[in-house]
């Protein structure tokens, strides 16, 4: 007889069996231990957020100095039929697609500090009681017209009070995505020690531009939309130590505190496209359907320009401290924060699946690896709309800083007005075509330094979404990180915007400083160096990654094209073309051929002498192919000939200048000057030939051979 045989005769034939399940164990060495000590507390604000409260109250009763009983209530709305059936359901999760509840094991925690807990709801009552190692329920009506859910947990034993500073803390960061939640008060016995408020403004809609790709990679999901808004978390409490002595609650020791911290969330809709097939996988695993719609939200810190530092953050009161994340990585929240970071300075929310424990993110089982990975990889999609959304305030600023300081310039320059005419409206003027048409042929360069204020506030504004949207590995999975940071750089073709030396430009047209170039780069969009030092993880990894590059030569040419250079310039220029052609670089004349001299259109290419002054006087006029003395004089002979490939000026040529120019009229003052200083000082060294030359002009001049 084969096994297949064999099975089929003992499940016709055979008696049947049932599998025995020690409760007691099952509850208190699996469901009721939670690695978080305050589990208790995250599985029930989840509850009352999901009954849509609004408030929720915790309340330790004390004897001595020790807690009795724990009783947690909630204003939503009163458990229905259904909600009592899966309160005595282990393992029966919330079937409700928007709801987190997926295993049906989270009452069960609260089995951690009592026996017996006992839920009153919508003027009816369930107490849990054991008989040996088997747990039971009854349920009644009680006669109560108190209108909240309440949970009531008689210690098993009596209870140390917690850290009420962390776990102030824990319920400040549960607050921060609470859909419903808005109030959340903490009292021992009658007496209120912590009370947190939540109030949120109107959500504003971020447009989000045709190049995004706002799709998953395999298009599960669908962002269609996005909103923002600004939230505001109050806090009052009491500063009670670690160990609290309950008799001080009632007088004046403990002080009390009152802060507050404003942060935004900003929340992407999505489309959900999952095949039947998928979808049936997934409802085999979570025991529920999947929902038509969800949502994915970021929550991260505003820029205030009063408190740019770092040190701002850390002198918050530390009642915020996991909220508010930066400048350290965000959490992935499920609706409470779970131990996976982000890879960024700011916190994610999102439907994805978690491990058992709820503490991590489940890429062990195939289906729920692939669905979280779509899931997270619009958190990068949205994370990317974010930090060009922030570019774009900045870039608005930029330029209306810009357009006002262009203003004050053109109001100096014009004494007169020939005729009022409407000016254009600040925003919709074209600064790249001012700054063409007004500095093309100047020394002043408008570059963000020069022309505002305003500068070291748009690098710290910058800086600070920057931190926000660099990724680092995130830990303990690393492959959150990877998942979030490749779809911010790919949902968008166009290359990430960043705030330069010239204004709001792609990276890619944005150079890293190079030190020996500071002095005569101006156009050409650099990343600002104190920016640089703030965010050097993040162009580390842009240039890694070749979204940009140090200044090249090609560089140098479109900053030549784009300008005349000052002597001062000049010099810079060719200290710096010195030491690349030394490096062993090649010698391109096109550097000579664009870099133009003062005012005049006259180029370097047109330079073929330099001025000895120990031959020829600095002082007097110089052929049109000499370097300017003051540009000269601040290089050694070696440069000038073996570098720069310009030869000394003969005297001959200086002469010849003299001779063959009209307007230079005879004048004794001039002649003593040349005679002196140019001719006798070198006569020995001019041949026959060129003194024949300038016989005819020097006749005038008195004594020469």
């Known amino acids: 007889m084969s096994l297949g045989t064999s099975k089929n005769v003992i499940l016709s034939n055979s008696d049947k069996g049932k599998i025995q399940v020690n409760q007691r164990d099952l509850i208190d060495k699996i469901l009721a231990r939670y690695s978080h000590k305050f589990v208790i507390f995250r599985e029930l604000m989840q509850n009352s957020d999901d009954a849509e409260s609004s408030s929720v109250k915790i309340i330790f009763e004390t004897n001595g100095n020790k807690i009795t009983r724990i009783l947690f209530k909630n204003n939503g709305f009163a458990f229905r039929p259904e909600d009592w059936d899966r309160l005595v359901s282990i393992a029966e999760g919330n079937p409700d697609e928007l709801k987190i509840g997926a295993f049906g094991v989270g009452f069960y925690t609260l089995f951690s500090v009592t026996e017996n807990p006992f839920v009153t709801s919508g003027g009816q009552g369930m107490a849990f009681y054991w008989r040996g190692n088997k747990i039971f329920t009854k349920k009644g009506p009680i006669d109560d017209d108190d209108d909240w859910t309440t949970f009531i947990m008689d210690t098993r034993e009596p209870l140390m009070i917690p850290n009420i500073e962390e776990l102030s803390k824990f319920l400040v960061n549960l607050l921060g995505f609470t859909d419903n939640i808005k109030e959340i008060s903490m009292y021992i016995d009658n007496k209120l020690i912590t009370k947190l408020s939540k109030k949120m403004q109107d959500s504003k809609s971020i447009d989000i531009t045709s190049g995004f790709n706002t799709f998953s990679s395999k298009n599960m999901f669908h962002l269609t939309s996005v909103d923002l808004r600004h939230v505001q978390l109050d806090v009052e409490r009491l500063l009670i130590p670690k160990k609290i002595n309950i008799k001080h609650l009632h007088s004046d020791v403990y002080k009390m505190e009152e802060t507050s911290i404003i942060f935004r969330i900003a929340k992407g809709s999505l489309n959900v496209n999952i095949s039947k097939e998928f ?125 006002s300081d262009i203003e004050k310039i053109e109001k100096n320059e014009i004494t007169k ?257 040349v005679h002196h200083h140019v001719l006798t000082k070198n006569l020995e060294n001019i041949p026959q030939q060129d003194k024949e030359t300038i016989r005819p002009y020097a006749k005038g001049m008195g004594d020469f051979c």
């Open 417 to 673: 007005q020939p005729e009022k005419h409407t000016p254009e409206p600040k925003m919709k003027r074209s600064l790249h075509k001012w700054l063409i048409k007004r500095f093309k042929s100047s020394n002043h360069i408008p570059t963000m330094q020069f022309l505002s204020p305003h500068h070291e506030l748009l690098e710290k504004w910058t800086a600070h979404v920057i931190a926000h949207f660099t990724y680092n590995a995130s830990t303990p999975n690393v492959q959150v990180s990877k998942i979030v940071e490749t779809q911010f750089f790919n949902c968008l073709k166009q290359n990430l915007h960043i705030l330069s030396t010239n204004g709001i430009h792609p990276i890619t047209n944005v150079r890293l400083p190079n030190p020996e170039m500071a002095g005569f780069i101006k156009t050409v969009p650099l990343i600002p160096k104190s920016l640089l030092e703030q965010c050097e993880p993040f162009f580390n990894k842009a240039k890694n990654t070749n979204l940009t590059v140090e200044l090249s030569f090609e560089d140098v040419l479109v900053e030549l094209k784009s300008r005349t250079l000052s002597e001062e310039e000049i010099i810079k220029l060719l200290k710096w073309w010195i030491s690349y052609l030394s490096k062993g670089n090649q010698y391109d004349t096109r550097l000579l051929k664009f870099t133009r001299i003062n005012d005049s259109s006259q180029t370097l290419d047109t330079i073929k002498f330099y001025l000895n002054p120990h031959k020829i006087s600095s002082y007097i006029d110089i052929p049109f192919e000499v370097i300017p003395y003051n540009i000269s004089k601040n290089f050694t002979q070696q440069e000038l000939t073996d570098i720069l490939k310009w030869t000394e000026l003969p005297l001959i040529n200086s002469e010849k200048l003299i001779v063959n120019n009209p307007g230079l009229e005879p004048d004794p003052k001039f002649a003593e000057k």
């Open 279 to 403: 979808s049936k996988k997934m409802g085999q695993i979570i025991k529920k359907g999947l929902p038509n719609n969800t949502s994915i939200q970021m929550l991260f810190t505003e820029f205030d320009e009063r408190n740019t530092s770092k040190d701002y953050y850390k002198d918050l009161s530390p009642i915020f401290k996991d909220l508010i994340s930066y400048p350290e990585q965000g959490k992935i929240y499920i609706g409470f924060p779970t131990n996976q970071t982000t890879g960024s300075c700011s916190h994610l929310e999102a439907r994805v699946i978690p491990t058992m424990e709820r503490e991590l993110i489940d890429f062990a089982e195939q289906t729920l690896a692939e669905y979280n990975n779509e899931m997270l990889c619009l958190g990068g999609t949205l994370s990317r709309i974010l930090y060009e959304y922030e570019m774009a305030q900045i870039s608005n600023f930029y330029n209306e800083i810009i357009s």
